[in-house]
Nanobody, 125 residues
Framework: QVQLVESGGGLVQTGGSLRLSCAAS????????MGWFRQAPGKERELAAA????????YYLTSVKGRFTISRDNAENTVYLQMNNLKPDDTAVYYC??????????????????WGPGTQVTVSS
């Protein structure tokens, strides 16, 4: 099991940028696929972006393609989410999660074993 802690959330105006970080400890971070999920009030949790254990394969939700970039630094046990051109619809709690697989980039909530407590992102119009 790995412990995850997100940081970098906050309040930003439409069109602004934020960079989320997720620091991992206590597990084999470099063996895990990592994902950034988000959950807005009254909505289901959805996968915004994910990255394979080696960082060469990524997945993006259609609505964030071209605006969000996921990356990881296995030497620092950290995964990042750069968010540009933010929109009010991006407002949500963002969660970092780890999937114990080197085979693929999982896309379902149930595929991820470890979760951070979340960080709030609010985009004002």
């Amino acid at each position: 099991q790995v412990q995850l802690v997100e940081s970098g959330g906050g309040l930003v105006q439409t069109g602004g940028s934020l960079r989320l970080s997720c620091a991992a400890s206590g597990g084999a971070f470099s063996d895990y696929a990592m994902g950034w999920f988000r959950q807005a009030p009254g909505k289901e949790r959805e996968l915004a972006a994910a990255i394979s254990y080696h960082g060469t394969v990524t997945y993006y939700l259609t609505s964030v393609k071209g605006r969000f970039t996921i990356s990881r630094d296995n030497a620092e046990n950290t995964v990042y989410l750069q968010m540009n051109n933010l929109k009010p619809d991006d407002t949500a709690v963002y969660y970092c999660a780890a999937a114990h697989t080197r085979v693929t980039v999982p896309r379902l909530v149930g595929d991820y074993a470890d979760w951070g407590p979340g960080t709030q992102v609010t985009v004002s119009s």
